[in-house]
């Protein structure tokens, strides 16, 4: 197996985090860490609970600042930008979010067009297209009028994503984005966010539990435990039985998924 606990941070990548140190209060999650997105490609992170897989979503998306160290966007500290000018540029999906009471479904999309709002640039047909677009991408057009307040986990979990992706930005972060979804709809976003990547060129940046998911769809996998990177690369050679077993304390086999030939975890069972 080749791992690359921290490998050599780029310079020509649009987001990456060098050295930094992230935590909450008194806590420390994550110290020295650096990361590189790579640009153009589906990079999923997977970890055991409280591994700081979270943490370091908000660091990149400038919602956690880092102790020490630096988040770099477009070659500039992301600190330094307006916040309207991040979200131009970057989308997130944090893992909790809340609507505001009495919202409606298309009220709620159409507020991924605020970072392109301004004084002298108001509503346009070009918004409406990009939410409409969003919308129809998330299968949530007929819902357009319903309150979020009357939708299941599932539909309001596909509408945050939808007001995601109105958004339009070239990168895009998703913190376990098919979290109430059915097994049906998660392939449907999961495909929808393959075909973001490969087809609009947007580069994607997802938390993921299941990690078959993962492996089917990343180009590049980042396995975090306990705050640090244990490996990253290509699925296909960086996953084994070893690394599932250090980082989750799984038994398990590999073998080809039928399908995609991308690696599936297959757990011993207890006993065996």
């Given at each position: 197996?080749?791992?690359?606990?921290?490998?050599?941070?780029?310079?020509d990548n649009r987001?990456?985090a060098e050295?930094?140190?992230?935590g909450?209060d008194?806590?420390?999650?994550?110290?020295?860490?650096s990361?590189d997105?790579p640009d153009?490609?589906?990079?999923?992170?997977?970890?055991p609970?409280a591994?700081?897989?979270?943490?370091?979503l908000r660091?990149?998306?400038?919602?956690?600042?880092?102790?020490?160290?630096?988040?770099?966007?477009?070659?500039?500290?992301?600190?330094?930008?307006p916040a309207?000018?991040v979200?131009?540029?970057l989308?997130?999906l944090?893992?909790?979010?809340?609507?505001?009471?009495?919202?409606r479904?298309?009220e709620?999309v159409?507020?991924?067009?605020?970072p392109r709002?301004?004084?002298?640039r108001?509503?346009?047909?070009?918004?409406e297209?990009?939410?409409?677009?969003?919308?129809?991408?998330?299968?949530?057009t007929?819902?357009s009028?319903?309150?979020?307040d009357?939708?299941?986990?599932g539909q309001r979990?596909?509408?945050?994503?939808a007001?995601?992706l109105?958004?339009?930005t070239?990168l895009?972060?998703?913190?376990?984005?098919?979290?109430f979804?059915?097994?049906?709809?998660?392939i449907e976003?999961l495909?929808?966010?393959s075909?973001?990547?490969?087809?609009?060129?947007?580069?994607?940046?997802?938390?993921?539990h299941?990690?078959?998911h993962?492996?089917r769809?990343?180009?590049?996998?980042v396995a975090?435990?306990?705050?640090?990177?244990v490996?990253?690369?290509?699925?296909?050679?960086?996953?084994?039985?070893?690394?599932?077993?250090?980082v989750?304390g799984l038994?398990?086999r590999?073998?080809?998924?039928?399908e995609?030939?991308?690696?599936l975890?297959i757990?011993?069972?207890?006993?065996a």
């Amino acid at each position: 197996m080749s791992t690359t606990p921290q490998s050599t941070v780029r310079h020509d990548n649009r987001l990456r985090a060098e050295d930094i140190t992230i935590g909450y209060d008194d806590r420390v999650i994550s110290e020295s860490l650096s990361i590189d997105i790579p640009d153009g490609e589906f990079t999923v992170i997977v970890g055991p609970n409280a591994c700081g897989k979270s943490t370091l979503l908000r660091a990149l998306s400038r919602l956690l600042k880092p102790r020490s160290g630096s988040v770099i966007l477009d070659g500039k500290s992301i600190s330094s930008y307006p916040a309207k000018e991040v979200a131009r540029r970057l989308g997130l999906l944090p893992q909790t979010s809340v609507a505001p009471e009495g919202i409606r479904v298309a009220e709620l999309v159409a507020r991924g067009r605020f970072p392109r709002q301004s004084m002298f640039r108001q509503w346009t047909p070009e918004d409406e297209a990009a939410v409409q677009e969003a919308m129809a991408a998330t299968a949530i057009t007929d819902l357009s009028a319903r309150l979020v307040d009357e939708l299941s986990g599932g539909q309001r979990q596909r509408v945050w994503v939808a007001m995601v992706l109105a958004q339009e930005t070239p990168l895009v972060l998703l913190d376990e984005p098919t979290t109430f979804l059915d097994i049906a709809h998660q392939i449907e976003l999961l495909d929808l966010c393959s075909e973001l990547n490969r087809d609009r060129g947007r580069t994607m940046v997802a938390v993921l539990h299941d990690l078959n998911h993962a492996f089917r769809y990343a180009d590049h996998v980042v396995a975090m435990k306990a705050g640090g990177i244990v490996a990253q690369g290509r699925p296909a050679d960086i996953v084994d039985a070893a690394l599932i077993e250090e980082v989750f304390g799984l038994r398990c086999r590999i073998i080809d998924d039928p399908e995609s030939h991308t690696p599936l975890v297959i757990p011993r069972v207890r006993g065996a």
